[in-house]
């Protein structure tokens, strides 16, 4: 866990440790995945892992159309919107 | 009258000869909360709405036990134009335009929601120390957690504020709470409850529950609570059974398993004491104890600390300030909206967690983490099946101990994971599981705790009733012991 | 140095459903922006995904016809990553266990037949769209599209040249359509497409590194950016560099490729299995009634136009070559029974129009519906054929409806008989000289006398009626 390996994820999950919290924070998580290597040694040969504890399979939905149109609802909760679109800071492909 | 410490099923009754209306319970609810309100155990109250709602409902037939019954909600359900933070900055202004399937339940049943309860950020704690609207005290002690992460929920029930309230438990967030605050709390099996509308933490584990003062009240909560809800494909198609039907009958020859790798060495004298207490009496009720046989389930803590974190690094992301909730100010381009906005807008637990999440899904590391946490997942559900096929339920002390002091887990965040030794292994299981108050140390309560087989809540709330009609555990308030 | 490419395509297919893969959301194009957004679709704290069957039946048929595997069972993984568009942070796909498996197309090059392999066609959905251009310093989320249907079609790296992949894309395209599992309207943006481009030494094993150009949508485009692309590579390694693995733009204007600006590459999408989907399993009864319900493929409509409707095998495989050309063969034929008529007229004067304007039949203004009258129109006496040239031009530019511009061109055809006869004898009184030629055996003559009518009538007398008439006038 070392500080390179903590950016990158710190970056990948756009967050940011500052000064203050930084230390502590990395040292927790070296502690937490020392924590968890206990899993090293358990032999999990021919065991298929569990996504989910529900042994069943999904139910669908047939193609209808159900949504109204609720675009004031949804804009009106934005941080930034104008009367149609939801806005960010101008993005440069 | 006071309503202060009443059940539901007590209030149902007092409703229905008429000794006192909704509105006054109402009225009185929201007086009792105002009194209390050092305990911090609302983060939202609904007072215009709820009052209106109880005199309307003065006219309605009376479809179920609920009808009138004020109750309080945790954070982390939706709730149509009530906001709904899940104890974060982050959501600290959002208003859902929709409620959880749950919430629509319990209002449909004629409950009256009085108000949002307090609780750890996003669900991630056992001490509600993590809220960003700041910790929930404990009935029981000035400087007590009540256990997270329905910490303002256990609490408000705790002080006899609401006769319920709706929890969720991911890890053990109602079960934890209900030991260390003496109430009775339950989390269902897997599906059985919608999870439409609750803010996600862990998806393939959160379950909602009621928290109440006894195993009856959950047992009327539930029959709410649950249904099949096509909005949820997790929810189950099973019928929901008729909870409250059956508790009183009778216990003997029922099977008790006790899990040997559970070490009881490790706990407080005072706490192996209280279990065994319970052990006799259970036995007195013409229950046998046997012991069975769990290999995997010390590895439950490290792989839920996989698991958990992994889901909810992913479910935390669409918070990114552009669509609802906080928004950073001053970003000058995206990146620095993204970045400012969720460093602002979490705490440092909920930080750390995604950290680990975005860590063990990583390339490179998937396959050595959360692949072989799933599987460990899947042997220690595979260990349950074989114990249930031996005995009818299994027991634990809920918690390790009483509630301990604000702060007190000290910076170590393992150390407050571990809190969660006895319950994690029912959710990644997906089992039936609940806490009731069995006895005190150092005048605190604590809980026992009994898993049940899959969708046996049933078996579970009728373990829980007989021993609540023998004992009174149940019963005592941090006033003093309510008159049953 | 004797240069070998390595091309292959990611192609995302809009599927045609209603409704969105995981929400009630309505998918039609063209609507005011964020009105077509459900909870799901927002991504709002609390909502769970539901999938859509009807995306599942569709690419099964896209299986089945390209004799892939059916995964019966199929999962849902998440690929997580930020941007604006995409809601929920993170984009449901299918990463472990898609719908389809391995299968295969035929292509062919300049009368040359390949077969491309395809790896795999899964479901996934569409982020939503960002407008960059319209506001000062900031970017519109429109968030209608976000969860619509895709199947992303994976080809193997088995293409060598532009051309290929032209003729692939076009070949998924007309498959598509004919499945009736997309409309393959690429202005709409109903088929997108990444291209994976290497090179490497001839005959030299080792694929070099690729670079993945993004989101073509035109198969000029996707030529230009090819062959663009190659140009590149080479001269990179010929300098003695190396190619940087990366994903890159294609811009139509410069015609060039230019490196994203995103940091794509240090983007770890931390694929895992989406908690909240349970496996979709398709039953084997459901299987098979897809596959007994498979809509015509090209090759079937051919032989069936050439056996039922007395085609010759080329006009049939001009006109089964494109949906649109074999629905509008199909809806005329309907209420004609001279198929050879509504032939002639696809293969003829509307295939020549399409070559004068460049454009695809999709793009034009004629509808089948359109067409079909017109061709009943001719079939019914209404309107001679030459007349109906007219028509068909007026409504290629205008797209007005036929009995619309019959009438107000006043173009129906004069049959009146009575009416022809006066007129025709009117001409023949008018021209006793000619009529003594002709009569003498200048047999050319005729045409003199029809033209004169025409003339006369400003070309509105039907020439079945006028030949018949002064036959027998001048007999």
Same mark, same amino acid.
């Given at each position: 866990m070392d500080k390179k390996t903590v950016a990158n994820i710190a970056y990948l999950s756009r967050l940011k440790l500052n000064s203050d919290n930084e230390e502590k924070i990395t040292s927790d998580l070296e502690n937490i995945i020392k924590f968890v290597d206990q899993l090293d040694d358990v032999n999990v040969e021919n065991i298929a892992p569990l996504t989910s504890p529900l042994e069943k399979t999904a139910k669908t939905r047939s193609d209808e159309v159900t949504a109204k149109n609720r675009k004031d609802v949804f804009l009106e909760r934005a941080p930034k919107s104008n009367e149609d679109y939801f806005l960010v800071p101008r993005v440069v492909e | 009258m006071s309503i202060q410490y009443k059940t539901i099923a007590e209030l149902r009754s007092m409703l229905d000869s008429k000794a006192i209306s909704s509105k006054e319970i109402v009225e009185e609810t929201f007086k009792l909360i105002d009194e209390n309100n050092d305990l911090n155990a609302f983060i939202t109250l609904n007072k215009e709405a709820a009052i209106a709602k109880s005199i309307e409902i003065e006219n309605n037939p009376v479809k179920s036990a609920l009808h009138g019954i004020p109750i309080a909600q945790k954070d982390l359900f939706c709730t149509k134009d009530l906001r709904t933070t899940c104890g974060s900055n982050i959501l600290s202004n959002f208003i859902p335009p929709y409620s959880a399937t749950v919430i629509e339940n319990l209002e449909n049943a004629g409950c009256i929601s009085v108000g949002k309860t307090n609780m750890d950020e996003f669900a991630m704690g056992s001490s509600n120390e993590t809220s960003f609207f700041g910790g929930v005290r404990n009935p029981w002690g000035q400087n007590l957690v009540p256990g997270g992460s329905s910490g303002g929920s256990a609490s408000a029930v705790a002080a006899g504020l609401v006769p319920a309230a709706t929890g969720t438990d991911t890890g053990g967030s109602i079960r934890q709470p209900a030991s260390l605050c003496g109430i009775t709390g339950l989390k269902p099996t897997y599906g059985r409850i919608s999870r439409w509308g609750m803010i996600a933490f862990a998806s393939s584990l959160d379950q909602a529950g009621p928290m109440a003062r006894t195993a009856e009240d959950c047992a009327i909560m539930l029959n709410e609570m649950c249904s099949h809800d096509f909005k949820d494909t997790t929810s189950l198609s099973e019928d929901v059974p008729d909870f409250t039907k059956d508790l009183d009958s009778s216990i003997k020859g029922l099977k008790i398993g006790i899990v040997k790798e559970f070490d009881m060495s490790k706990l407080d004298s005072d706490v192996v004491s209280v279990f065994e207490e319970s052990k006799k009496h259970y036995e007195s009720l013409g229950a046998e104890f046997i012991e069975v046989s769990l290999p995997n389930i010390s590895l439950s803590v490290p792989a839920y600390y996989v698991v958990a974190p992994a889901e909810c690094s992913s479910n935390l992301s669409r918070f990114d300030g552009v669509k609802f909730g906080h928004r950073s100010t001053d970003t000058i381009n995206l990146e620095e909206l993204y970045i400012k906005t969720r460093s602002e807008g979490f705490g440092d637990e909920v930080k750390r967690r995604i950290l680990i999440g975005s860590y063990v899904l990583s390339a490179g590391f998937y396959d050595a983490y959360y692949k072989k946490a799933q599987q460990v997942r899947r042997l220690i559900k595979n260990d349950f099946d074989s114990a249930f096929k031996k005995v009818d339920v299994i027991m634990s002390p809920t918690t390790r101990g009483a509630a301990?002091?604000?702060?007190?887990?000290?910076?170590?965040?393992?150390?407050?994971?571990?809190?969660?030794?006895?319950?994690?292994?029912?959710?990644?299981?997906?089992?039936?599981?609940?806490?009731?108050?069995?006895?005190?140390?150092?005048?605190?309560?604590?809980?026992?705790?009994?898993?049940?087989?899959?969708?046996?809540?049933?078996?579970?709330?009728?373990v829980a009733h007989s021993f609540q009609k023998s004992t009174d555990w149940h019963l005592k308030t941090p006033k003093g012991t309510k008159l049953s | 140095m004797s240069w070998e490419t390595v091309i292959g395509l990611e192609i995302h297919v809009q599927l045609s459903t209603k409704s969105k893969l995981f929400s009630g959301g309505s998918t039609s194009f063209g609507a005011e922006p964020n009105t077509h957004v459900d909870l799901i679709d927002m991504g709002l704290p609390g909502v769970l995904p539901v999938a859509n069957k009807e995306a599942f039946l569709k690419a099964i048929r896209f299986g089945l016809a390209t004799n892939a595997v059916i995964n019966q069972t199929s999962t849902f993984d998440r690929k997580n990553y930020f941007y604006p568009d995409l809601p929920k942070g993170y984009q449901i796909t299918q990463m472990a266990l898609p719908i389809v498996g391995e299968g295969s197309i035929k292509i062919e090059v300049d009368g040359v037949e390949k077969i491309i392999n395809i790896t795999r066609a899964h479901l996934e959905e569409d982020a939503g769209k960002s407008i960059h251009d319209l506001f000062e310093g900031e970017t519109g989320v429109d968030l209608n599209r976000a969860g619509?249907?895709?199947?992303?079609?994976?080809?193997?790296?088995?293409?060598?040249?532009?051309?290929?992949?032209?003729?692939?894309?076009?070949?998924?395209?007309?498959?598509?359509? *004919?499945?009736?599992? $997309?409309?393959?309207?690429?202005?709409?943006? %109903?088929?997108?497409?990444?291209?994976?481009? %290497?090179?490497?030494?001839?005959?030299?094993?080792?694929?070099?590194?690729?670079? =993945?150009?993004?989101? !073509?949508?035109?198969?000029?485009?996707?030529?230009?950016?090819?062959?663009?692309?190659?140009?590149?590579?080479?001269?990179i390694i010929e300098s003695g560099e190396s190619v940087?693995?990366?994903?890159?733009?294609?811009?139509? !204007?410069?015609?060039?490729?230019?490196?994203?600006?995103?940091?794509?590459?240090?983007?770890?999408?931390?694929? *895992?299995? $989406?908690?909240?989907?349970?496996?979709?399993? !398709?039953?084997? =009864?459901?299987?098979?009634?897809?596959?007994?319900?498979?809509?015509?493929?090209?090759?079937?409509?051919?032989?069936?136009?050439?056996?039922?409707?007395?085609?010759?095998?080329?006009?049939?495989?001009?006109?089964?070559?494109?949906?649109?050309?074999?629905?509008?063969?199909?809806?005329? $034929?309907?209420?004609?029974?001279? %198929?050879?008529?509504?032939?002639?007229?696809?293969?003829?004067d509307v295939s020549a129009l399409l070559n004068k304007d460049g454009i695809d039949i999709d793009e034009s203004k004629l509808t089948p519906d359109n067409f079909a009258k017109m061709v009943e129109r001719i079939s019914d006496d209404t309107i001679s054929g030459k007349i109906a040239k007219s028509v068909l031009e007026e409504v290629w530019d205008s797209g007005s409806d036929v009995d619309e511009i019959i009438q107000k061109k006043g173009l129906v055809q004069i049959q009146d008989e009575s009416l022809l006869e006066e007129i025709g004898q009117k001409i023949i009184d008018a021209n006793p000289k000619q009529v003594e030629a002709f009569k003498s055996g200048k047999d050319r003559l005729f045409g003199f006398f029809v033209g004169q009518v025409m003339k006369e009538t400003q070309g509105k007398a039907s020439p079945k009626s006028v030949n018949e008439i002064l036959r027998k006038l001048l007999s």
């Open positions: - | 301990f002091e604000t702060g007190s887990k000290g910076s170590d965040p393992i150390q407050m994971y571990l809190e969660d030794l006895f319950t994690i292994p029912a959710n990644l299981a997906g089992l039936p599981a609940m806490s009731l108050p069995n006895g005190m140390v150092d005048n605190k309560p604590i809980g026992l705790q009994l898993i049940g087989n899959f969708l046996d809540e049933k078996k579970i709330l009728q | 619509t249907p895709l199947l992303e079609i994976v080809s193997e790296p088995e293409i060598s040249n532009a051309k290929e992949a032209v003729a692939y894309f076009k070949a998924i395209r007309q498959l598509v359509t *004919f499945l009736d599992i $997309c409309d393959g309207n690429m202005a709409e943006g %109903s088929m997108r497409c990444d291209v994976n481009v %290497s090179i490497k030494k001839e005959g030299e094993e080792k694929l070099g590194t690729r670079a =993945e150009i993004k989101n !073509i949508n035109s198969f000029k485009f996707i030529e230009r950016a090819i062959n663009h692309e190659v140009e590149r590579q080479i001269r940087v693995q990366e994903t890159r733009l294609y811009d139509s !204007i410069k015609n060039e490729t230019r490196s994203m600006r995103s940091k794509e590459e240090a983007n770890d999408y931390r694929y *895992f299995p $989406c908690p909240d989907l349970l496996p979709v399993v !398709i039953t084997d =009864e459901e299987l098979n009634n897809i596959r007994n319900n498979l809509p015509e493929l090209p090759k079937q409509k051919e032989k069936r136009y050439v056996s039922d409707n007395s085609l010759d095998i080329a006009e049939a495989k001009i006109i089964a070559s494109s949906k649109t050309m074999a629905n509008m063969f199909e809806e005329a $034929c309907l209420k004609t029974d001279d %198929s050879k008529l509504v032939a002639n007229w696809l293969v003829g």
